[in-house]
């Protein structure tokens, strides 16, 4: 596709619960971000991934968050036993890194989760 | 740790009037500085952003932004805007020799009254 796809959009889950949430990077770009959106704490980084180097993991709020990278292309972010203070929607983001590290990040349309 | 300030929280004009959104950032190094938009019920999409060369970039939409280093500043300017410009609006910073993410202010609501 032309742009960065995430999946599912929505996803209610019950406290206690783990979700798993998808990202399909804009193809041939090599850098993938999470980040989480909330009210009150705006935009924050989660994690990021670059080509086969290890992750920056340097955003995970807690141990309950990790995500991996399949084949240099898929994302998925796992959240363990959910907490309602997940509740945020995860954005995730991809470039493809520049000279002198000068490079955008296009953003998909995120996944909103509500955990009860 | 770099931060990006956003004084307005919200923003309420006139179609007509013009905009500038404050947006000042906090780090000593050379940074990479963008505008995203989030129309309701869309997406981040990039309105601007600024590497290096002439201070003042123009955008999509007829938006432009100013970056004046002795001010740590990068303000969003638009000379007349439309109701479709209602929108919340993020500053957003990233170091060229810090990380690679982007450290983002906490936006700032446009609401353009008809």
């Known amino acids: 596709g032309a742009g960065v796809s995430q999946s599912p959009s929505n996803k209610v889950t019950e406290k206690g619960k783990d979700v798993e949430l998808r990202c399909d990077p804009i193809?041939?770009?090599?850098?993938l971000y999470w980040y989480r959106q909330s009210l009150g704490q705006g935009l924050e980084f989660l994690i990021y991934f670059q080509g086969n180097s290890a992750p920056d993991k340097s955003g995970l709020p807690s141990d309950r968050f990790s995500a991996e990278r399949t084949g240099g292309s898929v994302s998925t972010l796992t959240i363990q036993r959910t907490q309602q203070e997940d509740s945020a929607v995860y954005l995730c983001?991809?470039?493809?890194?520049?000279?002198?590290?000068?490079?955008?990040?296009?953003f998909g349309p995120g996944t909103r989760l509500l955990v009860l | 740790a770099q931060s990006v300030s956003q004084h307005n929280h919200h923003v309420i004009l006139s179609e007509a009037a013009s905009l500038e959104l404050g947006c000042n950032y906090s780090?000593?190094?050379?940074?990479?500085l963008f505008w995203y938009v989030q129309y309701p019920g869309q997406h981040l999409q990039l309105l601007l952003k600024y590497f290096s060369g002439d201070p003042l970039v123009k955008g999509i939409k007829g938006f432009e932004a100013e970056f004046i280093k002795s001010k740590f500043s990068f303000n969003l300017r638009k000379p007349s805007v439309q109701w479709s410009d209602t929108a919340e609006y993020f500053c957003?910073?990233?170091?060229?020799?810090?990380?690679?993410?982007?450290?983002f202010g906490k936006g700032t609501k446009l609401s353009v009254i008809p």
């Open positions: 780090y000593g190094g050379t940074v990479n």
């Open positions: 983001a991809s470039s493809q890194p520049g000279l002198a590290r000068k490079e955008t990040q296009y």
């Open positions: 193809s041939g770009h090599t850098a």
């Open positions: 957003a910073v990233k170091s060229e020799a810090g990380s690679y993410q982007l450290t």
